[in-house]
T-cell receptor, first 108, second 115 residues
Framework: AQRVTQPEKLLSVFKGAPVELKCNYSYSGSPELFWYVQYSRQRLQLLLR??SRESIKGFTADLNKGETSFHLKKPFAQEEDSAMYYC??????????FGTGTRLKVLA | GAGVSQSPSNKVTEKGKDVELRCDPISGHTALYWYRQSLGQGLEFLIYFQGNSAPDKSGLPSDRFSAERTGGSVSTLTIQRTQQEDSAVYLCASTFTPGGANTIYFGEGSWLTVV
């Protein structure tokens, strides 16, 4: 079955500390993976896509097919990074499957 | 429009009443999705439209839930005889070409509270 797992509901880190939000997936094909972010009182929006191999707002994510993971990382957290983060998988034709989300709190 | 637009943004309804939630996708986007967002459950897929047809409505939780789309644009999600467990944020998303590495764009959601 296709599934996205985010094991942490809440992650609290201090400003300037490294951040890693975990995402594991289950998919038999070749997945396309995304991270979406929802800041307070804003709509859910794309943060980054696996295919783009880009760094957005200092965040990066590497697809590890052996471990079926797509963890989101940032070396130095900022207070403005506090938000809800969702990992998502595109199953190919049209379906987007989301994880349960991780709330990141960056403490001053 | 500039983005996906949803209305109402907030709705409080009494248990047993029917509610309609509206989504106006980005102009030209043929694919439209409804998701439900609730605490601890993440984003739960409800239904997918391609044009006016719904090839996948597998996520609708019960027959009290229905959705339609007209003119390849606006979509309405209807919940009949609402129950307290229906309380959640209902999100609409759209995209021009679904699947693969293509992004879907979300509205701000309709926050439904059933009392």
């Amino acid at each position: 079955a296709q599934r996205v797992t985010q094991p942490e509901k809440l992650l609290s880190v201090f400003k300037g500390a490294p951040v890693e939000l975990k995402c594991n997936y289950s998919y038999s094909g070749s997945p396309e993976l995304f991270w979406y972010v929802q800041y307070s009182r804003q709509r859910l929006q794309l943060l980054l896509r696996h295919i783009s191999r880009e760094s957005i707002k200092g965040f990066t994510a590497d697809l590890n097919k052996g471990e079926t993971s797509f963890h989101l990382k940032k070396p130095f957290a900022q207070e403005e990074d506090s938000a809800m983060y969702y990992c998502a998988l595109s199953s190919g034709t049209y379906k987007y499957i989301f994880g349960t989300g991780t709330r990141l709190k960056v403490l001053a | 429009g500039a983005g996906v637009s949803q209305s109402p943004s907030n709705k409080v309804t009494e248990k047993g009443k029917d509610v309609e939630l509206r989504c106006d996708p980005i102009s030209g986007h043929t694919a439209l999705y409804w998701y439900r967002q609730s605490l601890g459950q993440g984003l739960e897929f409800l239904i997918y439209f391609q044009g006016n047809s719904a090839p996948d409505k597998s996520g609708l939780p019960s027959d009290r839930f229905s959705a339609e789309r007209t003119g390849g644009s606006v979509s309405t999600l209807t919940i009949q005889r609402t129950q307290q467990e229906d309380s959640a944020v209902y999100l609409c998303a759209s995209t021009f070409t679904p699947g693969g590495a293509n992004t879907i764009y979300f509205g701000e959601g309709s926050w439904l509270t059933v009392v």
